[in-house]
């Protein structure tokens, strides 16, 4: 017997409510009523409406290049293969499309880790991506360069991603018709262009001086900016702030601060093998990270990150605040225990969601 019904395991309608009760959310409602009074005559008209409504949403995706897409849910199945149920699979474009970004660059929480999923994207994943993946992928760095550039926040992050993201680019243009390359040429080549402004504009930035008549940095007893600097992850921050003032730069160089930091990204067995002394025989921890970090990969740690439910088979975020106050997953999950069932997705986890 062919299966006729919508799939069970499917999450559903989006549903809001109004004041005569719960009503299905549809895009485009109101024309799509202007469409059923133009058409009565029709007989299909159910059919009509809804090979409507689909060629609306595609002209006016590919119309619209500075807009994002039609999405408002902060969630999407992954699906890997195809079933008796549901067909096709779900792709790495069609989930950066789904899952608003565009919103969770202005999550300060969510920032690095969106950066970084960009970085990994244009390093081994951009050629992969649809044109209209391709387009939201820009959109969303162009809303980074901006934020950075009005709040001067982690200029050097952005940096490290348009340097591989032009490094990139220039291979994909020079060997234009060895790879599947989507788009005309001349789009990339002007894409690539637009990167290499971006970073002008980075190199050019000027971080101005904070002139506020309250408590600064330097004014904290020294115990308190040894405890801040010990909160760092990355060693260029702890070099940054060491070159602020001379107080800082001394606590930078401690060295149980570097050793520190060492054990938090490497293992033991890894300092074994990489093992730099000093002049005076004490291990330079210091130099140590420097080096390490070149052969391992460092520990990543972020704010926030998408989760994803083993039990639905859904990638989404979840709002803090919501799952606090309302007990709100964050997606339309069925299990009795849902927080047992979310799993953090790492970038590089992320892109391993959609190998196939």
Known sequence: MPFLGQDWRSPGWSWI????????????????????????????????????????????????????FFFKEKWIYVQKE????????????????????????????????????????AKSQLTSLSGAAQKNYFNVLEKIVRKVLEDQYNPRLIKELLEDLSSTLCILIREVGKCVLVGNINIWVCRLETILNWQEQLNNLQIPKQITGGVTLSDLPLHMQNNILYKFSDGWDIINLGQTTPTLHMLSEDRQLWKKLCQFHFAEKQ?????????????????????????????????????????????????CHLAFLFKDSGHPCTANDPDSCFTPVSPQHFIDLFKF
């Not at 565009?102 to 950066?115: C, K, L």
Request: charged residues 30%; contains cysteine; hydrophobic residues 35%.
């Open 82 to 121: 195809s079933t008796r149920e549901r067909h096709g699979y779900c792709t790495l474009g069609e989930a950066f499309n789904r899952l608003d970004f565009s919103s969770a660059i202005q999550d300060i929480r969510r920032f690095n880790y969106v950066v970084k999923l960009l970085q990994l994207i």
């Open 271 to 319: 300092f074994c093998r990489h093992l730099i002394l000093s002049e005076k025989g004490h291990v330079d921890w210091k130099l140590m990270y420097f080096t390490l970090q070149k052969y391992y990969p460092k520990k990543e740690q972020y704010g926030d990150t998408l989760q994803f439910c083993r039990h639905c088979s859904i990638l989404f975020w979840k709002d």
């Open 17 to 68: 409510k109004t004041d005569d009760g719960w009503k299905r959310f549809e895009f485009f409602h109101h024309d799509l009523e202007e469409l059923n009074d133009e058409n009565k005559e029709n007989l299909f008209v159910g059919d009509v409406c809804e090979v409507a409504a689909k060629k609306r949403k595609k002209d006016l995706l590919n119309n619209n290049t500075k807009s994002q």
